[in-house]
Structure formats: C-alpha cells, structure tokens
C-alpha cells in the first residue's frame, strides 16, 4: 500500500460537523475506491470491519455502502460482500434488442438460460399488449442473464400459446429466445415500445440478481412484434442498477 493509501485509510469522521456520518464514510470510502485502495479482487471489507473501523453501528455501514451502489461504484452481492463496481455495461434499447447481441457488441460474453415456465390466462394488462382476449392462454417464461457469471438481467415474458405451441420446450432445446421464435417462422421481430423505469425490487427480483432489496433496479416493460406489426412478446426486465446502464438507440 502506498503512503497516499495510508494517508486515504487514515481518514477520520468528523462528529458535529453538519454532515451525517454515513455521508462521511461514503465519501471516504469513494476516495480510497478512486485510489484503488482495495486490492486486484476489489474487494471492500465486511460491514462488521467497517463498523469496528469507523467506530458506528452496521446500520450506518450499510447505508454508506446503499449509497455507494446507488454511485454505482460498489455491487452489494448477497452472501459474498461488496465489490467495487468496474464500470456499467451499456446495453441499447432500439428496434432490435437482443440480449446476446448488445453484450456481444461491447466484448463482453453473454448467457441466458430459462430459469420457469407455465401456461397461465393472460390478464387484462398481459391482453392488451399482446392484443389477445382476456384469459386467453399465454406461455410466462422467467430469464435471467448473466456476464461473466455475473447477473444482470431478470426477466418475465409472456408469449400467446396458440401461436407459439410448446414454447418452453423448445426454447430450451435451442437456448435462444431469437432461435426458438425463428422455429414458428419469425425469423425476425422488432421491439414496439419500451417504458423505462427504476423501483426497489420485490425480494424475488433481488434473489435473482444477488443484490439487496435496498438497491434500486432499472426495469423496462416492452412489446415486441413480428414485421407484420403483430404483438408476439409482452416483457418486464429488470436490470441490476449498478451493473448496466441503459442507451436508447433512434432507429432510423
């Protein structure tokens, strides 16, 4: 450790000087973030280390390091620690988003798999982006993919089942949503609409991405249709904040 990280690790609160302690560890520990004061693996110390170091309770740990993910300069990875963030991955939302693709794009590898399916009755809101009747059958299909084993995407898709028979099965067997669809003639499709949004995620989303239920995550809802400009996929995606950074593409 240089003496400039010595100096950075020596830093003190100041108690009474008008801004909150956790604020201060904050600050303190986006510095020593900034010198690359945690080692090759990026590695930050445990709450409790922190709380002995700094002499606080893990309540206020834990809310410098909310606010640190939040900066996107930390990943809170339930049961392994907190990591310094190497840097968001862009991911483009345009007429044609496809997970692979976009992470392909940037050098970064990319992987998906089908984590549940079921065969359910469409409700209104599921019917209406798809254009089918209420209670009509469609297939929901939950994804989550990962770079790098890390993940940055959970997802929930809702499919017509009288259009696409068997989805799941065959999704699986070919690995690829683009593949799958490709095998029921639609060798190509483009994204309708998008709306974009952040929200603290309900518990399963945060399992699913290995984060804490405190850290905001980005979701976009979407329809996708084929190039007759029929709606064959309504999705809600829900992206790891601190991991991705979403860029809208205008198509032309």
Known sequence: MTSNDDALHGAQLERGAGVAVWRQIEQILSAEIAAKGFGDDGRL????????????????????????AALGLVS???????????????????????????????RHSAAGKLLASSRVKADPAVAKALGI?????VYRLETLHESN????????????????????AVMERVESASKALAEYGVTDYLR????????????EV?????????????????VDVDMNGV????????????????????DV
């Open 231 to 250: 709606p064959i996929k309504y999705g809600i995606t829900h992206f790891a904040a601190d991991r991705v950074q979403l860029m809208v593409e205008h």
């Open 45 to 68: 110390p445990s709450e409790g280390e922190l709380a002995k170091r700094f002499d606080v309770n893990r309540h206020t740990v834990r809310r410098a390091m909310l606010g640190l």
């Open 149 to 168: 084993g890390v993940p940055l995407t959970y997802a929930r898709n809702w499919y017509p089942a009288a259009r696409f028979a068997d989805l799941p």
């Open 76 to 106: 809170v990875e339930q049961g392994r620690g907190t990591f310094v963030q190497p840097g968001a991955i862009d991911y483009t939302i345009g007429k044609r988003t496809r997970f692979t693709e976009n992470l392909q794009r940037h």
């Open 192 to 203: 309708k609409w998008s709306r974009i949004g952040s929200v603290l995620p309900e518990a």
């Open 206 to 222: 945060a399992r699913r991405l290995n984060i804490n239920r405190q850290q905001p995550v980005l979701w976009v809802e979407n």
């Open 133 to 137: 009747r209420a209670g009509a059958l």
